[in-house]
């Protein structure tokens, strides 16, 4: 893919480790927070400011020829109503997870079973090609994965198979090489558990360096 401006929507780990990884491809990035003097993105400013750019979320979207939204999920629905206009026709990636977190439980998902974050995103942003994926992974692999038991797989999901297309050659260009389209925005009601089910795995073996694989005999 030629160099693309992205919108990087959300300054936490997800934002930074992909505007990070983006740019290394040579893509051109701004990332989009509330606070744009923000300590953590400090980092940002040894880049070349055409390459690598912090702006307000309505600045980032306006920003990329395509976005990728990583807010924390109670955050989301404020969020896309501000930048939902700049977004239109654009390509989003949806990697949130709609997680709830209470003092006495684990993260629940907070839609699920007969909706999902995905299909919500898709809906708020009528005019937009939304793609779920990366959500089933954490952040320090999004961007060049690298296990030693093998290949991890990456499963995508949009109804536009134009978007999804340019969603995988991204994906490819960030080192994935099993991808896998299960099909349509509703897929994510699929995707989204699979965060819980990568999360109690971790739980339970005290890892978060792990990843989902699906083997061919
Ligand atoms: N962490 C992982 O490894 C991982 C993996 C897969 C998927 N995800 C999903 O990716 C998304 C981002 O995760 P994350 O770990 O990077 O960080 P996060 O803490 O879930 O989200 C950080 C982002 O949310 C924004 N935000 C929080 N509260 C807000 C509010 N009230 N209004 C507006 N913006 C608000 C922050 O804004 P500021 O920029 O202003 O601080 C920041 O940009 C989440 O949906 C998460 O479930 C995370």
Known sequence: ????????IGSGDVGQALAKGLVEVG????IGTRDTSKKELKWTKKHDKSKLSVGSYAEAADFGEMAILAVAWHAAENVLGIIRPELS?????????????????????AV?????????????????????TLNTINFKNMVQPQFKDGTPTMFMCGNNESAKAHVKELLTELGWQDIQD????????????????????????????????ILKK
Request: with cysteine; charged share 20%.
């Open 182 to 213: 299960i099909g349509d925005i509703e897929k994510s009601r699929l995707l989204e558990p699979l965060c819980l089910l990568w999360i109690e795995y971790g739980a339970l073996n005290d890892t978060w360096d792990h990843a989902i694989s």
């Open 1 to 8: 893919m030629c160099s693309v401006k992205i919108a990087v």
């Open 27 to 30: 893509h051109s990035v701004m």
């Open 89 to 109: 026709g654009k390509i989003v990636i949806d990697v949130t997870n709609p997680l709830q977190f209470s003092d006495d439980e684990g993260p629940q998902l």
């Open 112 to 132: 699920g079973h007969n909706m999902s974050a995905g299909e919500m995103v898709q809906q708020t942003l009528t005019d937009a090609h939304v793609v779920k």
